[in-house]
């Protein structure tokens, strides 16, 4: 995995950095994110969210002729936390104020919440009229978080206990095909890929993607490599578990559609029932029980699926957007075509 592009000054000092030995950086990068930026849009900053994503990868499988050493290096770090902190306060002005929650109130918070998501049906576009090339962006889009599904969320395995603890494996076995390789569900995606003629390498088109697709993968980060986000990071899944079943099934009808093989629908056809189930198992195993476990963390519950709801609406009118004003969702052209 080579380094990204940068995007920007902060995020180009940064990959410049890491190109050489671990040394401090200088302090006038973090001076910069901190300064008042109350008329900026985070997520939707493409230098604030490559920085972000370079820094995470750091701590998944790193880049190619970058110093592991970089990992820990304690001014990244502080950098880091700085652009964080920028996201954060975006993440929380977009959700608004977390309701006031009993633990026994949690599952039926989270189906409240999505049920009244009113975020753009990217997936009834998808199903219905999108295009050959459409699908093949809207593959490149999610293949930054699907070639590496379900790791984010292993983050919080050694941080729970009991059943939310048990309850998270049951549904990360599933995502690692049960330790069959031909059955991880990050395989199943490069299957598709495969057949839609990309790069199936991971992490192969994050210098395509905008910043609103990273936005969406940094969230995941975000919350996962913070052992004080362990609950959001439960919310977060929880959310992406309760939204899957029907949007795969109509992926997998659009791709079939576009004449898509067994073989390269089966990613959306696995999803439609393993993700039915995974839903109850965690709104009530996993979540419902972490919150009785940790009754002050009902809150960060509801703030990440809110979270994951609320980027997720983003990501979604982008890519609507630019096809209905017949431009490419993506920030490069993609090169490969059947």
């Known amino acids: 995995m080579r380094l990204p592009e940068s995007r920007g000054p902060l995020s180009r000092a940064v990959i410049d950095a890491l190109g050489g030995e671990p040394g401090t950086l200088p302090a006038d990068l973090t001076a910069c994110l901190v300064a008042d930026r109350s008329d900026d849009d985070p997520i939707r900053d493409e230098d604030l969210q490559i920085l972000l994503f370079t820094c995470y990868e750091l701590h998944y499988r790193g880049w190619d002729g970058v110093d ?35 633990a026994q109130d949690v599952p039926q918070a989270l189906t409240d919440l999505v049920a009244a ?13 999108a295009t050959l090339d459409q699908f093949r962006e809207f593959v490149t889009q999610r293949s930054v978080y699907h070639f590496r599904e379900a790791d984010p969320h292993t983050w919080a395995i050694p941080r729970l206990d009991g059943r939310a603890k048990a309850a998270l494996i049951e549904i990360q076995s599933d995502e690692y095909g049960g330790g ?98 995974h ?15 940790e009754p002050d963390r009902a809150a960060d519950v509801w703030f990440g699926a809110a979270s994951a709801l609320a980027v997720e609406r983003i990501f979604g009118a982008h890519l609507l957007d630019s096809w209905a004003a017949g431009r490419s969702s993506l920030r490069s052209p993609l090169g490969a075509r059947r």
Do not use: K
């Open 279 to 293: 839903e109850q198992i965690a709104t009530h195993d996993m979540c419902g029980a972490f919150a009785t476990a």
């Open 68 to 102: 592991d050493r970089w990992e820990w290096e304690p001014s990244l770090l502080v950098l880091r936390g700085a652009a964080e902190a920028r996201f954060e306060r975006a993440l929380r002005h977009l959700v608004g104020p977390a309701p006031t929650l009993r």
């Open 180 to 277: 069959q390789l031909s059955r991880m569900h990050a395989e199943l995606f490069r299957d598709a890929a495969r057949w839609l003629g990309l790069d199936t390498r991971y992490a192969a088109h994050v210098d395509a993607v905008p910043a609103v697709t990273l936005a969406t993968n940094n969230l995941m980060s975000l919350f996962g490599l913070h052992r004080r986000w362990r609950g959001a990071l439960l919310g977060h899944l929880a959310a992406l578990e309760m939204t899957s079943s029907l949007p795969n099934r109509n992926y997998g009808e659009g791709l079939r559609r576009l004449g898509g093989t067994p073989d390269a629908t089966r990613f959306y056809d696995e999803h439609v029932e393993a993700d039915a189930v």
């Open 117 to 129: 998501d009113d975020g753009p049906s990217l997936s009834v576009e998808i199903r219905r009229r």
